[in-house]
């Protein structure tokens, strides 16, 4: 198991008080969380940054996880202290990006009601990096408005746009927090590419990746990489994917690196099937 993760770049903590000083001039936060990791990926620095503000979740990367699971975790984030609804969406396609569109449009007449100066709503999006904000922004406008990569850190500065329906956006930089009591919370967050894999190293994360799936999922395992059984012994399914995929190196060495990189790149494209690694 590798030790518990501390990282905390400097850029990390401009970003909380950022979040801090734009605060009072939105009145609707958007939380974007990981489908697949809908613990890990919320950030209690969010939850103690914007305490008392009106929030919907989006699980994103809806596409890659357990449907089943994402139906539990959405009924259950939907009943958070200060969170008006959750609801899952396919950053990729744009599916169902109408729904998130109509509950914003909701939270504005509801603004405007209590209000004697109408506006359009002012919206703030949050999340740990490489979860899909700047995916969502550029569907909610339309266009390519915000950078976006499958690398953490894409975004490094506020960016505040205007949606197509007047609203105003506020996109912040993902936000991490300074350590991980829980070594599982930044597996699961390295896992996902929340956190850059040369801090815990490939092969390392690689092995971690096949241990979880192992135990979770190893039917999965099984067929994506042909396997005859699973073993109780990670290093064992580790040793056989390599060698089902001819991932050898002079003097019959397994080459560790590249099966690590190979397993985290499918389980993030979605290659080894639907999975979602909290469970309900």
Request: with cysteine.
């Amino acid at each position: 198991m590798i030790d518990n993760i501390n990282w905390y770049p400097g850029h990390m903590k401009k970003t909380r008080e950022l979040i801090k000083e734009n605060l009072k001039t939105v009145d609707v936060v958007v939380e974007i969380v990981d489908s697949r990791i809908p613990v890990s990926s919320r950030n209690p620095v969010i939850d103690e940054l914007i305490s008392g503000k009106r929030r919907i979740i989006v699980l994103g990367k809806a596409d890659l996880a357990d449907a089943s699971e994402t139906s539990k975790w959405k009924e259950r984030l939907s009943a958070a202290d200060g969170v008006v609804r959750a609801m899952d969406l396919n950053l990729q396609s744009g599916e169902n990006i109408n729904r998130l569109l109509r509950a914003l449009e909701e939270e504005e007449e509801k603004r405007n009601a209590e209000r004697s100066v109408k506006r359009p709503l002012r919206i703030m999006i949050v999340g740990v990096p490489n979860v899909g904000k700047s995916s969502l922004i550029n569907r909610l406008t339309g266009r390519r408005s915000a950078m976006t990569g499958d690398k953490p850190g894409v975004t490094r500065g506020k960016q505040w746009l205007t949606l197509k329906n007047g609203m105003q956006l506020l996109d912040t930089p993902g936000i991490l927090w300074p350590k991980f009591e829980d070594p599982d919370v930044g597996l699961n967050l390295a896992f996902c590419g929340s956190i850059r894999d040369e801090i815990l190293g490939v092969q390392d994360l690689g092995f971690e990746l096949i241990r979880v799936l192992g135990e979770s999922y190893p039917d999965l395992l099984k067929e994506r990489y042909k396997l005859d059984e699973i073993s109780d012994q990670p290093i064992e399914n580790m040793d056989n994917i390599a060698l089902k995929r001819g991932f050898i190196m002079s003097g019959k060495r397994i080459d560790y690196e590249r099966t690590g990189r190979t397993v985290l790149d499918e389980f993030r494209g979605g290659k080894i099937g639907r999975i979602t690694l909290e469970r309900l």
